[in-house]
């Protein structure tokens, strides 16, 4: 099965410092994703890269940068955190194609204070 | 608008009962539906994916597609305390790499 990790798993930010949110897949997939997760707002997209060097702008964009430096990596910067990017963050992974299932990792809780 | 809406925000049925879910959806161009099964504390993991008009079966989970009214249900039979979880519904186009999810339905199987 496919394998998403994310670290850290928790974190604990201060408002206006840089906070870094990284994933990693090993099944060569070509698309990752980045989500956040709110009670009342199910999965929510930021950001999305379709492999190395790109990335696009999800649904919730703004306040959040990525980065994908590798067909492994792909990376979530938030350069000024504020309170209301206390969420759950998840990744995701998958194949070309619309009818593609995505693989999640398990999260990463980030509390920003 | 939200293009995926679940129905309900909340399920409870008896260990052994059956449970449904609801999805609609708000776009035609959607060709491909998923339903995803969120555990406490967990990412979300593909339960079963529906392509084609009608039931596809998998063990006790049936998923049933009626492109024509742009909605997916799945019914869970001898539901489990195992089987409690956000269950989220997912919809995307034949051309599209992304997927739109609905809000979830929080199902709570009692023993």
């Known amino acids: 099965e496919a394998a998403v990790t994310q670290s850290p798993r928790n974190k604990v930010a201060v408002t206006g410092g840089k906070v870094t949110l990284s994933c990693n897949q090993t099944?060569?997939?070509?698309?990752m994703y980045w989500y956040r997760q709110d009670t009342g707002h199910g999965l929510r997209l930021i950001h999305y890269?379709?492999?190395?060097?790109?990335?696009e702008k999800g649904d919730i964009p703004d306040g959040y940068k990525a980065s994908r430096p590798s067909q492994e990596n792909f990376s979530l910067i938030l350069e000024l955190a504020t309170p209301s990017q206390t969420s759950v963050y998840f990744c995701?992974?998958?194949?070309?194609?619309?009818?593609?299932?995505?693989?999640f990792g398990p999260g990463t809780r980030l509390l920003v204070l | 608008q939200q293009k995926v809406q679940q129905s309900p925000e909340s399920l409870s049925v008896p260990e052994g009962g059956m449970a449904s879910l609801n999805c609609t959806s708000s776009?035609?161009?959607?060709?491909y539906f998923w339903w995803y099964r969120q555990h406490s504390g967990e990412g979300p993991k593909a339960l079963m994916s529906i392509f084609s008009d009608g039931d596809k079966k998998e063990g006790r989970f049936t998923a049933h597609l009626n492109k024509a009214s742009l909605h997916v249900s799945l019914h869970i039979r001898d539901s489990q305390p195992s089987d409690s979880a956000l269950y989220f519904c997912a919809a995307s186009e034949r051309s599209n790499n992304r997927i739109f999810f609905g809000d979830g339905t929080q199902l709570v199987v009692k023993p």
């Open positions: 776009d035609r161009n959607f060709q």
């Open positions: 890269s379709y492999g190395a060097g790109s990335t």
């Open positions: 099944n060569n997939h070509n698309n």
């Open positions: 995701a992974s998958g194949d070309l194609g619309g009818q593609d299932t995505q693989y």
